[in-house]
């Protein structure tokens, strides 16, 4: 019996050991409720843990990842209204982060508040996420946003890499059409979970894509190596961001990398050579004049 019992726990040990190899994320969850009064603070607790168990523990692709490959990634939920006993609004921050070959260096993809958040929530009922359906704003909030993070980290290793999980975030948008919650619509407004999955799903914004991966791919994972070489990769990819924006002016996409990557990139072109300096300057200001005067930094030193 002994003997039965060791297998036993050797099979369970082996299975979680491959559970835990397969799940895609490790990502850092968080709800904060700080502007909610009267309300019992373990319906907030017992929501993290949910949602925590619903990135990390649900299998998301059909691919198996090592510890080592899981996508970095921090969620926090701030709940700033209770609408009704399990009615509650308010808002996403959401980062995802890429780590850089041959560093202790991880860069930022994605940094963005979703301030459209609205849901419903029933205390220790489990969170459901049909691909086919939609009947939960928080867990296709979440899955829209986990399926961009999938698309945008496999953009960054391969040219148009992510495109399966943008149409699947596309699905989700088109699933939610019907729902009164706000943030689906491409009416609402011009910045909106819509607009982002139209413009990552659009073939105008292919170069925008590509920008993605020559900047991470081919920019900063060849910096160690040779840093000038990894410089004027990320030059080219601040040129492809460049050609999107003369088709679309203004575009959210577009600025949400501007977003996440403006002190990166004025860091990374603080050295390097004066002309290219000076094209990156004149690219970045024309996509980003409101802090134009921050890339002028560039050249000053």
């Given at each position: 019996?002994?003997?039965?019992?060791?297998?036993?726990?050797?099979?369970?040990?082996?299975?979680?050991?491959?559970?835990?190899?397969?799940?895609?994320?490790?990502?850092?969850?968080?709800?904060?409720?700080?502007?909610?009064?009267?309300?019992?603070?373990?319906?907030?607790?017992?929501?993290?843990?949910?949602?925590?168990?619903?990135?990390?523990?649900?299998?998301?692709?059909?691919?198996?990842?090592?510890?080592?490959?899981?996508?970095?990634?921090?969620?926090?939920?701030?709940?700033?209204?209770?609408?009704?006993?399990?009615?509650?609004?308010?808002?996403?921050?959401?980062?995802?982060?890429?780590?850089?070959?041959?560093?202790?260096?991880?860069?930022?993809?994605?940094?963005?508040?979703?301030?459209?958040?609205?849901?419903?929530?029933?205390?220790?009922?489990?969170?459901?996420?049909?691909?086919?359906?939609?009947?939960?704003?928080?867990?296709?909030?979440?899955?829209?946003?986990?399926?961009?993070?999938?698309?945008?980290?496999?953009?960054?290793?391969?040219?148009?890499?992510?495109?399966?999980?943008?149409?699947?975030?596309?699905?989700?948008?088109?699933?939610?059409?019907?729902?009164?919650?706000?943030?689906?619509?491409?009416?609402?407004?011009?910045?909106?979970?819509?607009?982002?999955?139209?413009?990552?799903?659009?073939?105008?914004?292919?170069?925008?894509?590509?920008?993605?991966?020559?900047?991470?791919?081919?920019?900063?994972?060849?910096?160690?190596?040779?840093?000038?070489?990894?410089?004027?990769?990320?030059?080219?990819?601040?040129?492809?961001?460049?050609?999107?924006?003369?088709?679309?002016?203004?575009?959210?996409?577009?600025?949400?990398?501007?977003?996440?990557?403006?002190?990166?990139?004025i860091l990374i072109f603080s050295e390097g050579a004066p002309n290219t300096k000076a094209e990156v300057v004149k690219n970045?200001?024309?996509?980003?004049?409101?802090?134009?005067?921050?890339?002028?930094?560039?050249?000053?030193?």
């Open positions: 019996m002994a003997k039965n019992n060791s297998v036993f726990l050797l099979l369970a040990l082996l299975f979680l050991a491959l559970a835990a190899r397969s799940q895609e994320f490790n990502c850092q969850v968080q709800v904060s409720a700080r502007q909610v009064e009267g309300t019992d603070r373990t319906t907030f607790e017992t929501l993290q843990k949910a949602l925590y168990e619903f990135v990390n523990a649900r299998k998301w692709t059909s691919y198996s990842y090592k510890t080592e490959e899981r996508i970095e990634a921090t969620l926090l939920l701030t709940i700033n209204e209770q609408i009704s006993t399990e009615k509650f609004r308010g808002q996403l921050n959401l980062v995802l982060k890429r780590p850089v070959y041959k560093s202790n260096f991880n860069t930022t993809l994605f940094n963005y508040v979703d301030k459209n958040i609205e849901f419903t929530y029933v205390e220790n009922e489990p969170l459901e996420f049909n691909d086919n359906a939609f009947n939960n704003n928080l867990t296709g909030i979440i899955a829209f946003y986990i399926n961009l993070f999938l698309g945008l980290d496999a953009d960054s290793f391969s040219p148009l890499g992510g495109t399966a999980y943008f149409q699947q975030a596309q699905a989700i948008v088109q699933n939610a059409q019907s729902r009164a919650e706000t943030g689906w619509k491409s009416y609402e407004n011009q910045k909106n979970r819509y607009w982002l999955s139209e413009n990552l799903s659009n073939p105008i914004y292919n170069s925008v894509r590509e920008s993605i991966y020559k900047y991470h791919l081919q920019g900063l994972d060849k910096m160690y190596d040779n840093a000038e070489l990894g410089r004027n990769s990320i030059a080219e990819s601040i040129q492809l961001l460049s050609k999107a924006n003369q088709q679309k002016p203004g575009s959210f996409l577009i600025q949400l990398i501007l977003e996440a990557k403006r002190d990166e990139i970045l200001q024309e996509m980003d004049p409101a802090n134009g005067s921050r890339y002028q930094q560039i050249l000053s030193r």
